[in-house]
């Protein structure tokens, strides 16, 4: 290393307002955002959903309509307001061509709040609602060590973020008919992620480095969402929500610090550096569908949806693999679940059972990042690869609920799940707990 005193190059300046390392190209930088974010990721809240495997799209008969299907709010009966929390434990397995590293965490989070009201015209009677939901969790914590003879030492990577992804819904929904309800919502998107990234290494004698950059963020963003259930017969219901692209802008500022010392001892050091920017995400159309048997002492159902996350624009142009642009860096993804509800005959008390099958939207992954010196210049380089799924995303979910003289509902869930996938390098294991709380009061 040159004792003086290191510039940023004009790209890393740029590079460094997400936090992220300088990857092979400034495309799979933005895949690279979108997988810290987990803004792909928003799968809901509620813990009678939840507890149904979050198989509510033909049912949504509540404040949680909200969030599964706007028409769905047109069903539910008089006020309603709600509220919940989610608590969640996940461990995280980071194993580099043999050297494994393992994280554990827990975080508590705010789950919703939300309120319906009906207002009665002549003809018919409409429902508004209003809600705040934790629809996603973009907390993260992981180590990555690894020893690299072609770098001359030994290099770990740590990463800490906490931050959540909300949705502020407002929605309006009605029945055409007795058989047939429609409803629309307009979503904001917001998400204020903190995050540390700690790049360290140790070489030959005494030489090491480390590098070090504090971000604070703020995504914002809106959405559309149309809904409609139909009830097909006496006990057969169906429901449509299609979502339209969602329009993000991300900004963050923060400080990076850079020092270390040469192999005789001694150290050296540059001055902290204040970064700002923005970037700017269109993430693409979700469809989805479901249909549900409904009983007087039971209900089944199943939910389908689609998106094709190969139309996910990053700053108007959509994301490619920047050695072969034919190639994919994302993919179309299905995803699927089931729940039932089963409540006990002659009691208030309902017995929940779900599953969700959740694919990853990511061909690749990150692998180790590093810091690259030229001159007086530095930059950190980040290895990337395409992955192999060993394990897709599922999860598992149980609920009980409770309703005291028809009018509060509580209601309690669990989920378990994990996923696997590989690179030549690295393999990633994640398992997560997560449990919901919710209750909601009807007048």
Known sequence: MVNTKKTLSAAFMILLLLGLPAASSAQI????????????????TGAKAWGMGGAYTSISDDALGLIYNPAGIARSRGNEISFGMHQLW????????????????????????????????YTTEMKFGFGVFRVGSSNIEYIRDAERSD?????????????????????VAGNLSKNISIGGSFVIWDQSPNFTEEISYVGAGDSSY????????????????????????????????????AWITYQGSGTEYYDGTYQDGSGWTTDPYPFYGEEKFTLPMNFRAGTSLQAENLIV?????????????????????????????????????A???????????????????????????????????????????????????KEDRHYYTAGLGYVFDDALAVDAAV?????????????????????????????
């Not at 933005?30 to 809901?44: A, E, F, I, M, Y």
């Not at 963003?221 to 219901?237: N, Q, Y």
């Not at 700053?315 to 050695?323: I, P």
């Open 339 to 389: 729940g039932a509800e089963l409540t006990i005959p002659w009691t208030a008390l309902s017995v929940r059972a779900g599953y969700m099958f959740q694919p990853l939207p990511f061909r690749g992954m990150d692998e180790l990042t590093y810091v690259e010196e030229y001159e007086n210049d530095f930059w950190l380089n980040t290895e990337w690869d395409f992955a192999t799924v």
């Open 301 to 337: 159902s199943l939910d389908i949806s689609y998106a094709d996350y190969r139309q996910t624009e990053y700053n108007g142009q959509k994301m490619y693999y920047d050695n072969d642009p034919t190639i994919d860096i994302m993919k179309q993804v299905w995803s699927y679940s």
């Open 151 to 171: 770098l001359g030492g030994n290099l770990r990577n740590v990463f800490l973020q906490t931050g959540n992804i909300y949705h502020y819904k407002f929605a």
């Open 90 to 121: 996940q461990d995280v397995d980071e194993n580099y061509a043999g050297t494994m590293s393992s994280t554990q965490g827990s975080y508590t989070a705010f789950g919703h709040i939300a309120a319906l009201i009906p207002y009665e015209t």
């Open 210 to 245: 480390v590098f070090t950059d504090n971000v604070t963020a703020d995504l914002d963003g809106v959405s559309f969402e149309f809904g409609i259930i139909a009830r097909l017969s006496t006990f057969i219901h169906a429901g449509f929500v299609f979502s339209t692209p």
């Open 29 to 44: 930088m933005g895949v690279l955002t979108l997988q810290r974010l987990s803004t792909l990721d928003t799968w809901g």
């Open 415 to 443: 989920s378990f799940g994990s996923f696997e996938r590989s690179t030549a390098w690295l393999t990633e294991k994640k398992v997560t707990t997560e449990f919901v709380a919710s209750a909601a009061y009807r007048f």
